[in-house]
């Protein structure tokens, strides 16, 4: 099976365009994610995961990093 980071990783590219895996230790801004495709992107990891992350919690995630460590 594969890691929470790979996984995260291809919905990261399908879904925000960003293919680039050292990219997932920048700031989501800096990376020209918007608050919709943030709140997008969260149902989708809800989803895949079978989590159900508020948008509250993702809030405190400045990084993809910090999503990865939270689903670990």
């Known amino acids: 099976m594969a890691s929470v980071e790979e996984r995260v990783g291809v919905l990261v590219e399908k ?3 960003i293919s680039d895996r050292a990219m997932l230790d920048a700031d989501l801004t800096e990376l020209g994610v918007n608050s919709v495709d943030a709140v997008n992107f969260l149902k989708t990891v809800n989803q ?3 989590v159900d992350i508020s948008p509250d919690v993702a809030r405190d995630f400045t990084t993809l990093r910090d999503l990865i460590n939270h689903l670990s």
Request: charged content about 15%.
């Open 15 to 17: 879904h925000l365009g």
């Open 48 to 50: 895949d995961f079978g």
